[in-house]
């Protein structure tokens, strides 16, 4: 299983970025995908999952984020994004994707077996 984040950049506050995450060799039968970022000297958050299991889906957004980025699946693409809105100088981190098989929303960085290398995103005041 492989994962492919991209779409980071450097943005002023108020911006938008909308980050992509590739998965290969994933089956997006069952699966919960999470997206998660880690500021400089800060421990590695999770900020967001989208799960699928029997057919429904479900999603999670952390407080700090909910209201301004959406998650979503393109399954035909083995793709997962992470659309990101009024941004703020906080935000500044790498963010990374994360996947598991099997449904059920998670958001803590054990739960999840593959990860991606991560992608930069920069927000200026």
């Known amino acids: 299983v492989q994962l492919v984040e991209s779409g980071g950049g450097s943005v002023q506050a108020g911006g938008s970025l909308t980050l992509s995450c590739v998965i290969s060799?994933?089956?997006?039968?069952?699966?919960?995908v999470g997206w998660f970022r880690q500021a400089s000297g800060k421990e590695r958050e999770g900020i967001a999952c989208?799960?699928?299991?029997?057919?429904?889906?479900?999603?999670y957004y952390d407080d700090s984020v909910k209201g301004r980025f959406t998650i979503s699946a393109d399954h035909s693409k083995n793709s997962v994004y992470l659309q990101m809105n009024s941004l703020k100088p906080e935000d500044t981190a790498v963010y990374y994707c994360a996947a598991d098989v099997g449904g059920g929303l998670r958001i803590g960085v054990l739960d999840y077996d593959y990860w991606g290398q991560g992608t930069q995103v920069t927000v200026s005041s």
């Open positions: 989208i799960e699928r299991s029997y057919g429904s889906s479900q999603k």
């Open positions: 060799g994933f089956t997006f039968d069952a699966y919960a």
